[in-house]
């Protein structure tokens, strides 16, 4: 039931996710009091390990990385870290933290864990995962097996094609930051009452947070006195996000919003829209209620309402919204991939092509393709062909403009550079030719 991660799950380990499951789906009031014992099992913590060394990942505050475990021998490290869980003297390290450049402008902050402390998550993740499956909303799309953000973008433009047009564009403010520790406890506490696994996720939850200055100097915040926020980073993340998250689609599905208003609520973590007909404003001053009665907010800034019929707002990527066939003017709604998008795919072409780069031309076209097909991939539904042309323009140009500096060529290298040849000798994928061969 792992996310992300393309690895064989032992069928020891799938016997038990399937138990547990089938256990709580047939029985929705059920509350599990022997999990521990599961956490620590050999087989889960070796697989933990797997799929920890598969994500890959930097070192954590300890400096340790899969290499030194590699060199010291991974089944003693298991064998330590397992006696530990069992002895209940395992104690998380603090999360070091880093700030990672936002797609918009600014920075998010991002926790990385220790190893140890991911493997552990991991193996928490693997036996809780399946019993809050069993809970969650077929509308939740984020960070869940078998979903993806594709399958959200999808669930929005059929619904717009069905006549849900009046949108709620919303966006609640650092989700991940704001988490009240308490609450988010007790909604892991419907399910699961062992208490040796609720005492891990409370730890992980006020785990300190080590930060470094360009002097290297360290401060420490968080810990103990912290009340709110999951570290993004922390491999258990994003499943506490999804239950506490669980909370607001609960409620709306309890409380039958979803016919009163007439709308249906579409999620990914923390990202969602409300398409509606006609009760859009009605749909969010009751979500604005609701989220503010669990310790969340709305960004007024960024949260809106729509008419997708006259109007566009992006979702996961995607712009939709108003568009005409070019061949006869003929209007519909479209999914396409947003301004914003296309503007980051030319800036990840740019960070390929930079003046720096001196790797020979074969390496330097495999990673233009690598994130050519990436971003290809994702943005493999709807209306593209335009946006498929605009890079294939782009990529054509900043190659062309590449080589010519490279080869210290006199002339603007159309010739020997111009997009033919980019696309065809020098073997960069032309993005044009994937949408030709899905219509075939």
């Not at 979702?315 to 999914?335: E, I, T, V």
């Amino acid at each position: 039931m792992e996310i992300g991660v393309s690895l064989q799950t032992p069928d020891s380990v799938r016997r038990l996710q399937r138990a547990l499951y089938v256990k709580a789906k047939q029985e929705p009031e059920f509350r599990f009091y022997l999990l521990y014992d599961k956490v620590c099992r050999d087989d889960m913590l070796s697989h933990a390990y797997k799929l920890s060394r598969a994500a890959r990942g930097a070192a954590g505050v300890d400096g340790v990385r899969f290499e030194d475990i590699d060199v010291a021998g991974v089944e003693p490290w298991l064998a330590a870290l397992g006696k530990e869980l069992r002895e209940q003297t395992y104690r998380p390290a603090p999360v070091r933290r880093v700030m990672i450049p936002k797609p918009g402008g600014g920075e998010r902050p991002l926790g990385i864990p220790t190893i140890r402390d991911r493997v552990v998550q991991s193996a928490v993740k693997l036996v809780l995962e399946p019993i809050f499956e069993a809970d969650f909303e077929d509308s939740a799309y984020g960070y869940r097996p078998r979903r993806s953000a594709q399958d959200a973008v999808r669930a929005v433009h059929v619904a717009l094609c069905e006549g849900y047009t009046d949108v709620v564009d919303a966006d609640l403010s650092k989700y991940f930051d704001t988490i009240p520790h308490h609450e988010l406890l007790q909604c892991v506490a419907r399910r699961v009452v062992d208490r040796h696994v609720l005492h891990l996720v409370k730890m992980w939850l006020k785990v300190p947070v080590e930060e470094r200055d360009e002097q290297g100097r360290r401060r420490m915040s968080g810990g103990k006195r912290s009340t709110r926020g999951t570290p993004q980073g922390g491999v258990i993340s994003p499943l506490l996000a999804n239950i506490y998250m669980h909370r607001f689609l609960r409620a709306w599905r309890q409380r039958d919003k979803g016919r009163e208003y007439r709308a249906r609520l579409i999620t990914y973590a923390d990202d969602f829209v409300i398409v509606s007909r006609g009760q859009a404003a009605a749909a969010l001053a009751w979500t604005r209620g609701v989220m503010g009665r669990i310790g969340l907010t709305l960004n007024d800034a960024k949260t809106s309402i729509r008419n997708a019929r006259t109007e566009s707002f992006d979702f996961l990527g995607y712009a939709f919204g108003p568009d005409h066939y070019r061949k006869d003017g003929h209007w519909y709604l479209a999914a396409k991939p947003s301004k914003k998008s296309v503007q980051r795919v030319k800036a990840g072409v740019r960070a390929v092509l930079r003046p720096g780069n001196h790797a020979r031309w074969p390496e330097v076209a495999a990673d233009l393709n690598r994130r050519l097909r990436g971003w290809a991939t994702y943005f493999g539904y709807g209306t593209r062909a335009l946006a498929y042309r605009a890079v294939d323009h782009y990529v054509a140009d900043a190659v062309q403009h590449f080589l010519r500096r490279r080869h210290k060529v006199p002339t603007r290298g159309t010739r020997r550079f111009g997009a033919q040849q980019v696309h065809g000798a020098l073997g960069v994928l032309r993005l044009e030719s994937r949408v030709v061969r899905s219509a075939v």
